[in-house]
Structure formats: C-alpha cells, structure tokens
C-alpha cells in the first residue's frame, strides 16, 4: 500500500499488535513517486494499492494514462495480464476545504475510452470494503475507488454481489414493487449522494406511498457507458430495466455531472434525466451551503422530485 503521507487524515489506521507500522506500507509525500512504486511493484506480477486525496489523485493523471497505453501495447503483444492498477479516493471535495476539490481524474480517465478503467462508487463502508477486494483480485484494470471517510448510513446489502457483478442493481428496499414503468427513478453514484438520495426515497415513500418508485444505486460508473463501449456498458434491456423508458430520472453523483452524460453517449434520456454533482461554488462554502449550491439539499432535492412526478405533482395540487 503506497499513499502520499494521507493515511491518517483519511481515518486508514494499519499497525501490529503492537502500534507500528507495518511493512507493507509506505507513505512519502509524492503523489508521482507512489505511483512509480505501485506501477513497479505492479509490472513484477504483485498487488498494490494507492491511497490518496481525491483533490491530489488528478496530479498523477498523465502517468496513469502513460501506464493504460503501456498496458494496451502488451495486450496487442499477447503477453500476460497484470494485476489491476487500483487507486482508493477519499477525503471527497463534499467535505473538504475548497481548495481540496476536485473530482478530475475520474473525467481524465473515462475520457481515454479504454476499457480497463472501472470506477466503483460505493455507498457504504461495507460496499467500500468489497468493491476494494472486487478490485485487487480482478487483474488487468485501472480502477478508481471513491469513498468518503466520514461516517455514512449502512444500506442493506442483499443486492451488493449484483452491483459488483453488473455495475448497478435495483434496490428493492426503496423501489415500489411494481415491475412496470415507474413514476420516478432515482439514481444514486456514490456514498454522499446515496446519502441524499435515500433520504429523499423514504420521505416520498412516507408522503406518495401509491408513488411507483424505483431507487437504484450505480456501484460502477462505466454500466452507463453506450452498449458495446465498456465491459459493463449495460445493454438497451437491462438500460430500460433499471432506468425506465420514459420515466423521469434524477441521478446525484459526487462527481462532475458531465461524466454522466459522457459516459451515456448516444443513448442519452434528453429531458427526461436530472443530474445533480459537484459544482464548483467559486469560493469556500460550508459543506450545508454546498449541498445548497448542488442542489442536494433536502428542499431542493424535495421540490425537483415534485416538479418531475406527475403523481407528487398532483397530490400537492
């Protein structure tokens, strides 16, 4: 495990029994010189792990896509697979100082189109935990996981082996049990919006219970991508399963919103789809005033879901 000296700050406590650092974990304060270790230890066939700020990560943009390209030459070569360059993202731009935000390397990385990049969006610690061992033992990925390091709500887990195995899963908890068209389709992409986002479910459970709503969670990015784009690019079926055909969808992610429609391409829902991510606010903001400015505050996020349901629409009529 290499991490540019930010263990601590982001709550990675590793020592023995007896509080030392243990030996498989190295911290110097060099984003560029953890990532030349890892790709080192990498290309001699072992595991390894980085561990950083999410505003830092995007300083190693260039040595990872130099690596994607180094990669895609040996697969042209036909040589073996290596294990998966895997990056933990933390101290999130929702809940840091403004100059520590910047969600960019997910965008640099999606934007190369190469199909070993996977980026695993958890929404709880326990998700955080499996999508880490999903990734380490998967071999020829880059793969980026983001998780905040502050407590967040557990979520039930029945549907965790289905969000690693596709990407995206149904959660029934929140969704009504109806398997037609819903009214209204939330979509959450990563532990801050889950949060936001399974608030705002249950209160409109609570309020519209005859409200046909479906709650999904996106545990990797790239299902949205166009079918046949990545390898877990969703096919048009499995697309209108999860996210209806002409229902309203608002999507909150705790990245840039323009990922989103990147990724959806072609395919895109027009009008029909909100999304809702990090925006920057032009100077420091409290972390409920951030909210505020992307619209994931709960007012906000009560009053779009009311706009956008024709059932929330006419009961408040």
Same mark, same amino acid.
């Given at each position: 495990?290499?991490?540019?000296?930010e263990?601590?700050?982001n709550?990675?406590?590793?020592t023995?029994e007896?509080?030392q650092p243990?030996?498989w974990v190295v911290?110097?304060?060099?984003e560029e010189?953890?990532?030349?270790?890892?790709?080192?230890?990498?290309?001699?066939?072992r595991?390894?792990?980085?561990v950083g700020?999410?505003?830092?990560?995007p300083?190693?943009?260039?040595?990872i896509?130099q690596?994607?390209?180094?990669r895609?030459l040996?697969?042209q070569a036909?040589?073996?697979p290596?294990?998966?360059?895997?990056?933990?993202?933390?101290?999130?731009?929702?809940?840091?100082t403004?100059?520590?935000?910047?969600?960019?390397l997910?965008?640099a990385?999606?934007?190369?189109?190469?199909?070993?990049v996977?980026?695993?969006?958890p929404?709880?610690p326990?998700?955080?935990?499996?999508a880490?061992?999903?990734?380490?033992?998967?071999?020829?990925r880059?793969?980026?996981v983001i998780?905040?390091k502050y407590?967040?709500?557990?979520h039930p887990?029945d549907?965790?082996?289905e969000?690693? %195995? /596709?990407?995206?899963? &149904?959660w029934p908890?929140l969704?009504?049990? *109806? @398997? +037609?068209? $819903?009214d209204?389709?939330l979509?959450?992409?990563?532990?801050?919006?889950?949060?936001?986002l399974?608030?705002?479910?249950?209160?409109?459970?609570?309020?519209?219970?005859?409200?046909?709503?479906?709650?999904?969670?996106?545990?990797?990015?790239?299902a949205?991508?166009e079918p046949?784009?990545?390898?877990l690019a969703?096919?048009?079926?499995?697309f209108?399963?999860?996210?209806?055909?002409?229902?309203?969808?608002?999507?909150?992610t705790?990245?840039?919103?323009?990922?989103?429609?990147?990724?959806?391409g072609? %395919? /895109?829902?027009?009008? &029909?789809?909100?999304v809702?991510?990090?925006? *920057? @606010? +032009?100077r $420091?903001?409290?972390?409920?005033?951030?909210?505020?400015?992307?619209?994931?505050?709960d007012?906000?996020?009560?009053q779009?879901?009311?706009?956008r349901?024709?059932?929330?629409?006419?009961?408040?009529?």
């Open positions: 495990m290499f991490s540019p000296d263990l601590a700050s709550r990675i406590y590793l023995d007896h509080g243990l030996p911290e110097i304060l060099s010189i953890c990532h030349a270790w890892a790709q080192g230890y990498a290309e001699t066939g595991h390894a792990l980085i700020y999410e505003a830092f990560a300083i190693t943009a260039s040595l896509q690596q994607l390209k180094h895609a040996r697969r036909q040589l073996g290596l294990p998966s360059i895997v990056h933990l993202l933390t101290s999130l731009g929702w809940h840091n403004y100059t520590h935000q910047n969600p960019a997910t965008s990385l999606l934007a190369t189109g190469d199909p070993s996977h980026v695993l969006t929404a709880d326990a998700r955080t935990a499996a880490l061992t999903f990734a380490l033992r998967k071999l020829d880059c793969t980026l998780a905040g407590p967040t709500p557990q887990l549907t965790v082996a969000e690693l %195995r /596709h990407g995206i899963a &149904r908890h969704s009504h049990p *109806d @398997p +037609g068209e $819903p209204l389709v979509a959450s992409v990563g532990d801050p919006p889950a949060e936001r399974t608030s705002l479910a249950h209160r409109l459970r609570a309020r519209h219970p005859h409200l046909r709503l479906r709650y999904v969670h996106l545990h990797d990015l790239t949205l991508g046949g784009s990545r390898p969703m096919p048009d079926d499995a209108a399963a999860h996210l209806g055909r002409r229902a309203p969808i608002i999507l909150a705790s990245g840039y919103p323009a990922d989103i429609h990147a990724l959806l072609r %395919r /895109h829902p027009g009008h &029909r789809l909100t809702l991510g990090y925006r *920057d @606010p +032009g $420091p903001h409290t972390q409920a005033e951030l909210l505020a400015h992307c619209g994931l505050d007012d906000s996020l009560w779009l879901a009311t706009d349901s024709p059932l929330t629409t006419e009961a408040s009529a």
